[in-house]
């Protein structure tokens, strides 16, 4: 039940000794704020390496053919090595329970024309899975499905800007454009994370440009995922298990480092990974350093708050208090400072991160923020912290006899 008495007897007392209350909320304050600050920096390294690897599948393995340039099994050095659909089916037969997505791709410059717009922009030939390899997102129309690999049919899925330079009078969908000549339907319109470049391009079935392009089955490259449940040491295992099953399938010297290269994003993404941990580790040893540091200053402060009003507490004891009135006097006073000043500590905090923000991507930090449930646990640990540090010795105060207290220097 709302005592009202209690409560401005709470704030009068802190009125009374507005120092006293102004000091022991600046230290829950300040380390709110150093807490807040630290962790939202930590948030914004970890930002910056995700934004290095872009929305792509970091799972994902692409597998680019080359040049021997090692005489190997009575072939000469400097073989052409030449990707075909029957090698995207033979990595499905062989590691297809490893493999999540994977996709074959053709790749083209073409000029790209619509009553009179054109310009140039690169064309992609891939398979549906390339769609969430990618992480594209289609903002209108469809993807390319399999029915268009089965059919061979003329269609065409636009990036953002290409629909933007091309179509800023109407819708895309529906419409016919021209690939160097050749008429295709645009079905579809996508966008992508990682910027206008990701998004001047035209997407069309692969055998549709291997119709195209020399009616062949030929693919420039294979593009993976694996499986999610590897491990970082499994995936870099897998890596090596395709490069050596290519290698021997195409005759390959197991040295040639050129003829099949295979570049296994998790190795990369392994070395973020201990970084970012390292950075964490860091990070979580500094701010709940400042937090600990915060502890022990509202503790202290509790200390010899309640110490300083041991004679307040004898007058109390005269006039009647009970003891469990002067306790929850005390601590309802100490957790209401610590939690206002807490709120005022991760507003500032948030508010610093805010103002600095922009001008730390100089240095490697984007978007610095902190979560609220973080920071408002750290809180409810100080007003805890100090709730404790304060209720042992109210209670030992809150029994001593008023005379006794009254005599308290």
């Given at each position: ?123 992609r030939a891939v398979h549906p899975e390339y769609m969430f390899i990618e992480n594209n997102k289609i903002s209108e129309g469809r993807y390319i499905n399999q029915n268009d690999l089965n059919n061979i049919t003329k269609v065409a899925v636009i990036g953002r ?249």
């Amino acid at each position: 039940m709302f005592d009202l008495d209690l409560w401005r007897e709470i704030f009068q007392s802190i009125n009374k000794n507005r120092t006293r209350s102004l000091l022991s909320g600046f230290t829950v304050a300040f380390a709110i704020l150093l807490f807040t600050i630290l962790f939202g920096i930590a948030n914004g390294l970890e930002n910056t390496f995700k934004e290095a690897f872009g929305t792509d599948a970091n799972n994902s393995i692409i597998i680019f053919p080359g040049k021997t340039t090692k005489a190997h099994k009575g072939l000469q050095a400097g073989r052409q090595i030449q990707f075909k659909n029957e090698d995207y089916e033979f990595i499905l037969d062989e590691f297809g329970d490893k493999v999540q997505y994977i996709t074959s791709k053709v790749n083209r410059n073409v000029t790209v024309s619509f009553k009179g717009e054109k310009n140039n922009y690169q064309l992609r030939a891939v398979h549906p899975e390339y769609m969430f390899i990618e992480n594209n997102k289609i903002s209108e129309g469809r993807y390319i499905n399999q029915n268009d690999l089965n059919n061979i049919t003329k269609v065409a899925v636009i990036g953002r800007i290409v629909n933007d330079e091309l179509f800023a009078k109407e819708n895309a969908i529906g419409k016919y454009i021209s690939l160097n000549g050749i008429s295709v339907k645009v079905v579809g319109v996508f966008t992508d994370d990682e910027g206008d470049n990701e998004e001047r391009v035209v997407y069309i079935p692969l055998t549709t440009a291997q119709f195209l392009y020399g009616n062949n089955d030929f693919i420039d490259f294979m593009h993976l995922t694996y499986s999610p449940e590897m491990n970082s040491d499994q995936a870099l295992s897998f890596g090596t298990q395709i490069t050596k099953t290519l290698k021997d399938r195409f005759s390959v010297a197991r040295s040639d480092q050129r003829a099949i290269r295979v570049r296994n994003m998790a190795q990369e993404t392994k070395q973020v990974d201990m970084l970012t941990s390292g950075l964490t580790v860091i990070i979580l040893v500094i701010g709940f350093g400042t937090l600990i540091a915060g502890i022990v200053g509202i503790s202290n402060i509790m200390i010899f708050i309640v110490k300083e009003r041991t004679k307040e507490i004898g007058i109390r004891k005269a006039l009647g208090a009970s003891p469990r009135s002067i306790v929850s006097i005390i601590l309802i006073e100490s957790m209401l400072v610590t939690a206002i000043a807490g709120y005022i500590g991760l507003l500032i905090g948030v508010g610093v991160l805010e103002w600095i923000g922009p001008s730390l991507e100089d240095y490697f930090i984007t978007n610095p923020g902190v979560d609220n449930g973080l920071v408002i646990g750290a809180t409810v640990t100080l007003i805890l912290a100090g709730a404790i540090a304060g209720y042992l010795p109210a209670k030992k105060a809150s029994r001593i006899k008023p005379i006794v207290a009254l005599r308290n220097d």
